[in-house]
C-alpha cells in the first residue's frame, strides 16, 4: 500500500475509533509495512490533527506500547463556533413563555450537535470518563454527541421507570425554578457502581434537574466529574442557582418578553 493510501485509511480508522489504543505492530501487520514507516505515518497525522484543531495522537511505550486518538476542539475553534450560536440564538422569534428558548431545530442539525459534543469532550478529556448521563429527552442527541469523541456508553435518566428497564433506583427533587417535587428514575443495571460519569444537559436554569441527576447517581456511588449544559439562563437570583461547578456554552444574560428582546453571550467556556 502507497504511504498516501496507508494516511487516509489510518486517518479514518482513528476519526472512526477514537480512544481506542492499538500497538504498532497490529498496524504493520495490517497495513503490511514496516513499524518505522508506521511509526512516520502516525507523526504526519498527528501534526495535521494538532495544526486543524481536532485532536491528537497518544503514544504508549513499552511492550504493551501503542496508539490511540483524543478527538479534541481547540479553544479558538470552539469559541468561534459558540459566537456563531450565539448569533443564531438571538432572534427575538425563538423567544418562549417562560424565558425558554426555542433550540429543536439546533438539536435536530447533526452538524451543530457534532460540534458542541467534540467541545465538551474536550472539555473533559482527562477526566477519565466512563459514562455521559443526561435526562430524557432534548439532552439525548447532546450526550450521544459526546459519547461518541469519548467513546463511551451513554445512560438516560427519565421521570418514569419503563418496564423494559428492568428495576430502577428512584429519588425525588426539587425543582430549582418552580420549586415543584418531582421524580426521576435510574435503572440499577444502566451503570456500574462507583462509575466516572459527566452530565450533559440543554438547558440550565436554576440547576434543579442537574441537582436532581447528581443525587441520583450518588445512589450508584458514582463520581461526577464534570456537567455540561448547552444554555444556561443568567436572571435567576444568585441565592436560586443550586449548581455551581459547571460549563456552559451560551448564557442568556436578559430577556424581557413584552419587548420580545434576547440577549445572548458566551457562556463560561469562553474563561475556562
Do not use: W
Request: glycine residues 8%.
Amino acid at each position: 500500500m502507497k504511504r498516501s493510501d496507508r494516511l487516509v485509511a489510518l486517518t479514518n480508522f482513528f476519526i472512526e475509533n477514537p480512544r481506542e489504543h492499538v500497538s504498532l505492530p497490529r498496524f504493520s501487520e495490517i497495513y503490511n509495512a514496516a513499524k518505522s514507516s508506521i511509526s512516520e505515518d502516525l507523526d504526519i497525522i498527528d501534526r495535521v490533527f494538532a495544526d486543524e484543531g481536532i485532536g491528537r495522537l497518544r503514544t504508549v511505550a513499552g511492550a504493551a506500547g501503542g496508539v490511540k486518538y483524543i478527538p479534541e476542539f481547540s479553544v479558538n475553534n470552539g469559541k468561534k463556533f459558540i459566537d456563531v450560536l450565539c448569533q443564531t440564538l438571538e432572534d427575538p422569534e425563538r423567544l418562549l413563555p417562560g424565558g425558554y428558548l426555542y433550540m429543536s431545530d439546533l438539536l435536530g442539525d447533526p452538524a451543530v450537535v457534532k460540534q458542541i459534543g467534540r467541545i465538551f469532550a474536550s472539555q473533559f478529556t482527562d477526566s477519565n470518563i466512563e459514562a455521559v448521563v443526561t435526562v430524557a429527552t432534548k439532552g439525548i442527541p447532546l450526550a450521544y454527541a459526546v459519547a461518541s469523541f469519548l467513546n463511551v456508553p451513554v445512560v438516560i435518566v427519565r421521570r418514569d421507570p419503563m418496564v423494559t428497564e428492568g428495576s430502577s433506583v428512584s429519588i425525588n427533587y426539587v425543582s430549582g425554578s418552580s420549586r415543584k417535587i418531582q421524580t426521576m428514575v435510574l435503572p440499577k443495571r444502566s451503570l456500574k457502581e462507583g462509575s466516572n460519569v459527566c452530565i450533559i444537559d440543554d438547558f440550565m436554569k436554576a440547576g434543579g434537574t442537574i441537582n436532581g441527576m447528581v443525587s441520583l447517581l450518588s445512589e450508584f456511588n458514582a463520581n461526577v466529574k464534570g456537567i455540561g449544559v448547552l444554555v444556561e439562563a443568567d436572571d435567576e437570583e444568585d441565592d436560586e442557582r443550586v449548581v455551581e461547578n459547571y460549563l456552559s456554552l451560551i448564557k442568556i444574560t436578559h430577556v424581557d418578553l413584552k419587548q420580545k428582546q434576547i440577549n445572548i453571550s458566551p457562556g463560561n467556556f469562553h474563561t475556562k
